[in-house]
């Protein structure tokens, strides 16, 4: 298939990965990277759906996927980041893809997985992993950006699509900046690094906000491993998974 006109292999050699699917219908394009990853598929393969019958979220929450998004996951191999850094680092990738876009420093990361602009959702990220035994075998990074696809009247005042901000966006002008970006995140490191703590921390749509979840306490910022930290009675609480609620 193509996308935005392009074949896939034109795709693929455009971003310099070693291969690309586009799918019409996908269950979710995580699924569709784990199947191709268990058939030995390179790292860097990426797969991009036109939609989503079941795209997914953390904690099991869905994700409306319809056409005009970009519902896109890519595979890594070991070794690889932490799963909890590495949805991070991609998110301050995608902040500055968004940006750029716009022509203005708009982007806020929402630790731990959301882009937001202008207080509303922009994009998610999820990455899974898949085990054999106590060996890591492969990383999925999954990502969906709300690009030209329509948002449902109940969901305006918690989403948002690019291109309600700026008109005629196409998903490859996004994924141009994106997908060459991405290849570089998945680089092994121990954790994020100071330069990377301080772009999101100018990003953070969190800090200094009062928490119900994961833990109650003040938002603090992140620890290089990722983790949430959150100012607490008790103390300064690492939280390393969860999901967030405002007080």
Do not use: Y
């Amino acid at each position: 298939m193509k996308l935005d006109d392009i074949p896939a292999n034109l795709l693929a050699r455009r971003w310099g990965v070693p291969q690309c699917a586009v799918f019409r219908t996908v269950s979710s394009s995580l699924d569709a990277i784990h199947a191709l990853a268990a058939q030995g598929a390179p790292a860097g393969t990426v797969v991009i759906a036109e939609e989503q019958t079941a795209g997914r979220g953390r904690d099991g929450r869905t994700w409306r996927s319809p056409i005009g998004g970009v519902w896109l996951a890519m595979l890594l191999r070991p070794p690889v980041p932490a799963a909890g850094a590495l949805a991070l680092r991609v998110g301050l990738v995608l902040a500055d893809v968004v940006d750029e876009l716009l022509a203005a420093p708009r982007a806020r990361l929402k630790w731990p997985n959301d882009v937001l602009v202008d207080d509303r959702k922009l994009a998610g990220i999820l990455c899974e992993s898949r085990w054999q035994g106590a060996t890591p075998e492969w990383l999925g990074v999954g990502i969906g950006i709300n690009v030209a696809n329509e948002i449902p009247e109940e969901l305006r005042h918690s989403a948002v699509a690019l291109n309600e901000l700026q008109l005629d966006v196409r998903r490859v002008d996004v994924l141009d900046r994106l997908v060459p970006a991405l290849v570089r995140c998945g680089t092994p490191s121990v954790g994020l690094t100071e330069p990377e703590l301080a772009a999101f921390a100018a990003r953070d749509w969190l800090r200094g906000r009062q928490l119900a979840q994961p833990t109650p306490g003040r938002a603090a910022g992140l620890a290089p491993d990722g983790a949430l930290l959150v100012d607490a009675a008790t103390g300064t609480v690492r939280v390393r998974e969860g999901s967030v609620r405002l007080a």
